[in-house]
Nanobody
Framework: QVQLVESGGGLVQAGGSLRLSCAASGRTFINYSMGWFRQAPGKEREIVAAINSSGGSTYYADSVKGRFTISRGNAKNTVELQMNSLKPEDTAVYYC???????????????????WGQGTQVTVSS
């Protein structure tokens, strides 16, 4: 069974940091883009960051540029999201996702992603 399992969420004060991890099992995602998405209450799910299969290309939403860093450990079949200088508006459920199609590009559209984790809650207090 193919699974993505997120961990590392929690409650943090504004200005603090958290590191989210996503562990894949059931198959390797070494040839696929991986992404982090988030959904805040009452809002649509949005992309936060994405990384291509080699790890050499990344994408960040404007709202997190300079604060978040996405990385992947292909040997471990993992992807991480380091979140610094957190703001209350970063509060959301964060989801890890894997692209449906192998390739070298960096997928940024939600429709490109076919495998999703269950999500982990990140709450930033002011």
């Amino acid at each position: 069974q193919v699974q993505l399992v997120e961990s590392g969420g929690g409650l943090v004060q504004a200005g603090g940091s958290l590191r989210l991890s996503c562990a894949a099992s059931g198959r390797t995602f070494i040839n696929y883009s991986m992404g982090w998405f988030r959904q805040a209450p009452g809002k649509e799910r949005e992309i936060v960051a994405a990384i291509n299969s080699s790890g050499g290309s990344t994408y960040y939403a404007d709202s997190v540029k300079g604060r978040f860093t996405i990385s992947r450990g292909n040997a471990k079949n993992t992807v991480e999201l380091q979140m610094n200088s957190l703001k209350p508006e970063d509060t959301a459920v964060y989801y890890c996702a894997a692209d449906q199609t192998p390739g070298w590009g960096t997928s940024v559209r939600e429709v490109d992603y076919g495998i999703w984790g269950q999500g982990t809650q990140v709450t930033v207090s002011s």
